[in-house]
């Protein structure tokens, strides 16, 4: 949507097949210059598999209805938000989940790609949404049977029942298994009791507790006969048709937020509450009238996070709407960065457009190579999520590679989201801060992003752990004579590193190196090798520094995990990076158009580097990377931004954004429009014979 | 202010004497859990010089009537900004940096360190104050005339006069000299005609623009005779006393912000809009009834960055603002981390508090580290501020001084207030999210501080052109061959450092290296060499790389600049950091009581390994750290993060913050009560025997 002017040469496809046909960077200026993207075809690329509901979700947002209003009050903005709900069950877009019978689309991957791009209308939008369909309406479908289907469903999607997914609690967040809220069964009455025992066990910061839930699925410790059989779900209805709260349910606002505002978000407290026993949702544990329990998974763990994990929607979710909110972010920056023009360069020419400053490149290209590297790993995960889900490839293991990817991805790109939008707020200067032009709204929204469905460092450390035990599944079987010969092995390694660095041969091959031959060394393969490479040592290095546990007390244990829990999330980080850097690999590898495959690449490239300059220190300590080519990598970010600045505009306009989307003052060209008037300005009056002279020339004379 | 329970032990005052009396950290657990803070004498250290004045200001907003409230709407909060100046005024707190003749104190130090405690308040009050009497007053006052004073500095000061200063333009934010708004003289009528030539000349993002202000201090290009004097200060009328634009001057408001929405930011412009010659504030530049220019500053150049440096009070202020924030913010999250339990340490024990984990410590233990390097950081640039102002001190040397120390420090603290506020939000889940809380509105109205007063990577950009004349100052008058040899000695030097790692000696001392000789090899006099050398190398580099320069022409060695822009940035930000880390050292050996100087050259300890671990990839490619001692930074952190644990209530304690002050409800104690309670129920339970058993209990009979 940005003036086509912007570019220095228009978006038209130049078809070249670089030496060898090979996707790796070209070494020369002319090379750098001469191909260009073809901005529909990546914009295609970028929306993926489900690219149609993507347009279909982004053209419904056009309607200024579902428009976030800035400053807008919070009770106002609450009442609005729960008429953009209604007016999202009128379009259609809340039912693709849900089956066929319930007038749904039994199309889990769309549904997802469609609430991900409502981040870009209003994120309270997009959450409150979540919550009606995404948690409180997927705990009913996800996690009871036929019979609550039937009477649930219905009101759910037609948004009749708006409803709280009352899982957290003010004492315990992510830990889950311990939350204090009891359903205790009365086989007298055929009814579960729910109960909040202390203050600490009251449900907290769940979006429609406050104003709008009629009902709540509420997780319980459940309980039957005397034992705990751990925490299920149970559908509690809250408040009447009038609003008024039912007996012995209670209700706080938690007020102002620092974001999303457009939410009720409350608590929610049960003083013996009684409820049907069908009102457990009972698809993983049953309790007969007589209070028996039965369940088809023996395990109390495996069921707990088989309950758990029918709920990881919210996660693959949250991670396309962090990588969409974060794309309008660089969109609006990039564009700015084109337009505005600030000091002259030194050299008395007139002024220059930021994005020509070196400082502006090295600001913003490298987030823009990561926005598309989520992107991909995005669309990787959707389809996972989508083939679990569909019941296509429904098996534990890919539930569990599902999990451990949301958990992984989830992290990395909620966290990018902030960076990013903060980066791209502050490039913009005061106009930033000004909010019409979307970054501090966006910045607020998503801030809780990276602490809610999951908090970051938990998730990354659940991934850590899931490392861990793939790593020790290696040794399983082999004898004490193997594994100290492994051991021996990994001393060597890290040695042989350390020492000789032959095994990337770089003491060689950099002495005397050469711009050329430094990018020759970081091309895809060793991109790879050394991300992968770091994420196997890092594991490695944890797995041996806790391998002393099983000698000691649990006490000691815990504290000997405690001592190098920070480097198992850092180690779980390292994995998430490189998922999003293989899936951004894969995908340039699809394209066929060699203009866009090269820019892409350099684009992938700059990725990589990025990544490699983040941990600089690690590769260096633990002998990956030579001084002098560690030395290149931040010369080598520099090249490839400058090469890459000119295709800055094309790679954001093809995020394939809207003006109705994008809606920043500044992005819209009226900055280039001042620009070219005050410039026209000192044009005339030079012209003019009238312009006053300066002070310095006529000291000159 | 927290429960005394908090601590491990009571914050009494150990005396005791280490090993030599060296400032430095011991070895053993023994000597860590031993020597306490004296709270008290810690506060009086981060207090300062203007401790007084400081605990003035903090009990004058203990008055409700100066806190922010949550969500209220724009205009409400503007109107209660402007009351709050107004009761400021009562209480005499805007009066302190004008002379004695108009009611003042002509007390400057103890002027912004009394408004740098006001963002405990409302950082909206901080900041209106700030521009009344910060910018609109200071540029009357510093800018003017003894006749400009009699006239206007009573009206400033009892606030019968808002006023905004209108120096940023839309089209020129950082670029001062560029701007475009016009002031002609005309002999004829002894008045300058004030006008905005085209819109990107607006003026914009000025406070008191919208609604609230009478009057501006309008910076324009001084035309008279045909010659442009460049930029010079205009007191000019903007509304009638019924709130009505006087004639030729229009305003608009910016409306919502991020933050700081208790101030109405707007843009003025003005159309040919006469001003009698009087109100040209001639401190430094006068022009005569017949519109002849002269000043005492020939140089045009000098004349500008002398009236600019008269306004420097707004970065020193934003310094200390800054710190004081993330006190806030840290304070928040330690002492909630010190009562919050989440998940049980895998010990099947009771819940762990947050702070005893090992990466709550490594994520909120160095930002207090850097915070208290902040504080005495900003108490050095308030004395040296204080001595240019009051004219002890008042040299071009001292100055310049102060410039480039208010451009180093401003940046770093106004960035870490950001990080650290996000990172502290974070470490509270759900809870920091909360906007009674604090930190989600710190942050949101923090956020300007970082690209408003100078952009923060446009003032370490002069501070590294400061940096690179300083060096290039040692080589003045040196001939060709002299400075050949210091060529090769840098080159060498640098191989030296890359190849031999002789001259720290580490290799050897590394081999078989014990965390004893790691700690012995990286304390007070190693830390400044690294900080230090740092600095050197990397401005040495800078400058080595832009040398051809002068052989270039001014196009090409503009490339040449742009291309190393970054580098120089980075530069003057290690330029900062030794600067905060000098400064805090310096407190510290200050300290007599033995135990509160062990604690603190610990936390001291703890900062310089924080910078040195951020910047652990230079080190190690530049030679100054052996891969072996890198390796040992991080496990350094780690211990001394888990020494100084025991401490951290203390340390947050030390900043003198008062329930008034604090506010958020989580740092209130309510979640320990909260948890005591949780605690006491399920033992009551276990005592009562009717607690349900566990479903793993039940399998395993």
Redesign the interface.
């Given at each position: 949507m940005a003036d086509a002017a912007v570019r220095s040469k228009k978006p038209a496809v130049h078809k070249r097949t670089p030496a060898g046909g090979a996707p790796t960077a070209p070494h020369t200026a002319a090379e750098a210059s001469e191909p260009r993207i073809d901005v529909n075809a990546v914009t295609d690329l970028l929306l993926g598999t489900w690219a149609a509901t993507r347009r279909e979700a982004r053209e419904m947002i056009k309607d200024p209805a579902f428009w976030r209003i800035?400053?807008q009050?919070?009770p106002e903005h609450r009442e609005r938000v729960l008429s953009q709900l209604h007016l999202l069950v009128e379009h259609g877009g809340s039912r693709r989940a849900f089956p066929e019978e319930y007038g749904g689309l039994n199309d889990n991957g769309a549904n997802l790609a469609g609430f991900m791009e409502l981040v870009l209308a209003d994120p309270s939008l997009q959450i409150k949404s979540g919550v009606q369909w995404g948690l409180f309406g997927s705990a009913i479908y996800q996690l009871g049977t036929k019979k609550h289907h039937d009477q649930w469903l219905p009101g759910v999607i037609d948004l009749s029942i708006p409803g709280a997914f009352a899982m957290?609690e003010?004492?315990?967040?992510?830990?889950v298994a311990?939350i204090?809220t009891t359903a205790t069964y009365d086989p007298d009455t055929e009814e579960f009791v729910i109960h909040t025992?202390?203050?600490?066990?009251t449900k907290?910061?769940l979006g429609n507790a406050a104003l709008h839930g009629k009902a709540a699925t509420v997780f319980a410790?459940l309980?039957t006969g005397?034992?705990?059989?751990?925490v299920h779900c149970f559908y509690v209805p809250i408040r009447d048709d009038e609003g008024g709260m039912l007996p012995g349910v209670t209700s706080e606002d938690?007020?102002?937020?620092?974001?999303l505002?457009g939410i009720d978000n409350g608590r929610l407290a049960f003083d013996h509450v009684r409820v049907p026993r069908f009102n457990l949702l009972d698809r993983y544990g049953q309790v007969a009238p007589d209070g028996s329990y039965t369940s088809d998974i023996a395990s109390?763990g495996r069921r707990f996070f088989t309950m758990l994990g029918a709920l990881v929607q919210g996660r693959v979710s949250l991670d396309g709407a962090a990588t969409t909110g974060t794309a309008l972010a660089l969109y609006i920056a990039l564009t700015y960065a084109n337009q505005r023009?600030?000091?002259?360069?030194?050299?008395?020419?007139e002024?220059v457009v930021l994005l020509?400053?070196?400082?502006h490149q090295?600001r913003l290209l490298p987030l823009l190579a990561q926005n598309y590297a989520q992107f991909f790993a995005n669309d990787e995960l959707l389809k996972k999520f989508d083939g679990v889900f569909s019941g296509r490839t429904d098996t534990p293991d890919e539930r569990e590679d599902l999990e451990t990817l949301a958990a992984s991805l989830k992290p990395l790109s909620t966290w990018n989201a902030?960076s990013t939008i903060?980066e791209a707020?502050?490039a913009c200067?005061?106009s930033?801060?000004?909010?019409?032009n979307r970054?501090?709204?966006l910045?607020?929204d998503l801030?809780?992003y990276?602490?809610?469905e999951g908090?970051?460092?938990i998730l990354l450390q659940l991934v850590g752990k899931r490392l861990l035990a793939d790593y020790a599944k290696q040794f399983k079987g082999k004898d004490a004579a193997a594994l100290a010969r492994f051991a021996v092995g990994q001393t060597a390694g890290k040695l042989f590193h350390?020492a000789g660095l032959r095994q990337l041969g770089q003491a060689v091959a950099d002495f005397g190196s050469t711009a050329r031959s430094v990018e020759l060394g970081l091309r895809e393969d060793q991109q790879h090798e050394l991300l992968a490479g770091r994420v196997q040592q890092m594991v490695a290095d944890v797995a041996a520094a806790l391998r002393p546990a099983s000698k000691l007390?649990?006490?000691e244990?815990?504290?000997l995990?405690?001592?190098?829990?920070?480097e198992l999330?850092e180690a779980a980080r390292a994995h998430g990076e490189l998922l999003q850097w293989e899936a951004f690999t894969d995908g340039v590898n699809r394209i066929s158009d060699e203009g866009t495959k090269q820019v892409l690449t350099w684009l992938r490239d700059l990725f990589g580097m990025h990544l490699i300059?983040k941990h600089?220190?690690w590769y260096?300590?633990n002998?990956r990377l030579s001084?002098q080519r560690?030395?290149s990598v931040s010369r080598y970010i520099?090249r490839l931004a400058a090469r890459l600045r000119p295709h800055a505009q094309d790679l954001v306009d093809a995020y394939g954004f809207e003006p109705e989307h994008v809606r920043a003052p500044i992005a819209s060209g009226a900055e280039r429009r001042?620009?070219d008037?005050?410039r026209e300005?000192y044009r005339a009056l030079a012209a003019s014979g009238e312009a006053?002279?300066?002070?310095?020339s006529?000291k000159k004379k």
């Open positions: 800035d400053g009050p919070m957290t003010m004492g315990h967040g992510s830990d311990a204090g025992p202390f203050r600490a066990a907290d910061y410790q309980i005397g034992v705990n059989y751990g938690d007020g102002v937020k620092g974001g505002n109390p023009r600030q000091f002259d360069s030194g050299a008395g020419t002024e020509d400053y070196g400082k090295r902030l903060q707020r502050e200067g005061g930033g801060f000004i909010a019409e970054f501090v709204g910045h607020q801030d809780v990276v602490t809610f908090d970051n460092n350390g007390s649990p006490a244990a815990a504290a995990f405690n001592s190098h829990q920070a999330i300059e600089l220190a260096l300590i002998g001084t560690a030395a520099d001042r620009q008037e005050a300005y006053p002279v300066s002070e310095k006529l």
